[in-house]
């Protein structure tokens, strides 16, 4: 509601003002609206509200924004002031890069780009790894990392999310059971000891096949290999096994 002009005519008591009813019930009214209540008769009792000034009761012009929204009218509960404070100016204040982004800025417009690395190229459009960019290094432990020897009597899981080859020796009858297998990924398992293996997984109903006839020879060390050709709660698995010897001669 927009402020409401109490008429006190043009000299005292000539009659041409607003008479005292009439005053206060604008009064009434303009008061009502600044705390927050709504006026519906002019018999209504105001009383019990606490101060409550609306945002689109105040409109101040920020001149050197040419706005109308920039401030906000406070009140101290300690002062019993009001304080008009400058809230949205528009600019930011401050914008550091994070990881993988770069570009800073303290006030006015900012850009951030994202930050190449090794075989990736930004363009203006889109991001792409270079052509022969990904190298081995580059590469998940599922592909590249050799797991620490472990000797070992009982089950054994081989997680194939941390490495792609895994020296085992049993010191007795062995149930050797995957882990975090993915579709397509093959593992070496070089294994060794006088006693009984079985292939399994921790978790669902595996089904794991042979390739070839080669078998387990338990008196040398032998190296399985697997391929996980289905990841899902049936997981699917194809292995071959062979020995081998330390003949540097391959002729």
């Not at 924004?65 to 920039?70: K, L, Q, V």
């Not at 052509?131 to 194939?160: E, F, I, K, M, P």
């Not at 093959?186 to 096949?209: E, F, K, Q, W």
Request: include cysteine.
């Amino acid at each position: 509601m927009a402020s409401q002009n109490l008429d006190v005519g043009t000299t005292a008591n000539d009659g041409s003002g607003d008479n005292l009813r009439a005053a206060f019930v604008k009064v009434r009214k303009m008061f009502a609206e600044i705390y927050g209540q709504t006026y519906t008769a002019d018999t209504q009792d105001l009383s019990g509200t606490s101060l409550s000034i609306k945002a689109s009761q105040i409109s101040t012009t920020n001149t050197a924004n040419s706005g109308t929204d920039n401030y906000v009218l406070t009140y101290d509960d300690s002062s019993g002031g009001f304080t008009l404070e400058e809230k949205f100016d528009g600019d930011i204040t401050g914008i550091v890069a994070g990881d993988g982004l770069t570009g800073d800025a303290t006030s006015g417009d900012a850009s951030l780009a994202v930050g190449a690395g090794t075989g990736i190229t930004v363009n203006s459009n889109d991001i792409q790894i270079s052509n022969n960019g990904v190298d081995h290094d580059q590469l998940a432990n599922r592909y590249t990392a050799r797991a620490t020897a472990v000797t070992t009597s009982g089950a054994t899981t081989l997680d194939w999310s941390s490495a792609s080859i895994f020296p085992v020796t049993m010191g007795g009858s062995h149930t050797l059971n995957f882990s975090n297998y993915k579709k397509g990924q093959v593992v070496d398992i070089i294994v060794s000891g006088a006693y009984t293996i079985t292939l399994g997984t921790s978790s669902g109903t595996p089904a794991i096949n042979q390739v070839g006839s080669g078998t387990y020879d338990n008196t040398t060390t032998n190296l399985i290999q697997v391929t996980c050709t289905d990841d899902d709660a049936t997981p699917e698995f194809f292995y071959s096994v062979g020995t081998y010897s330390a003949d540097t001669d391959p002729a």
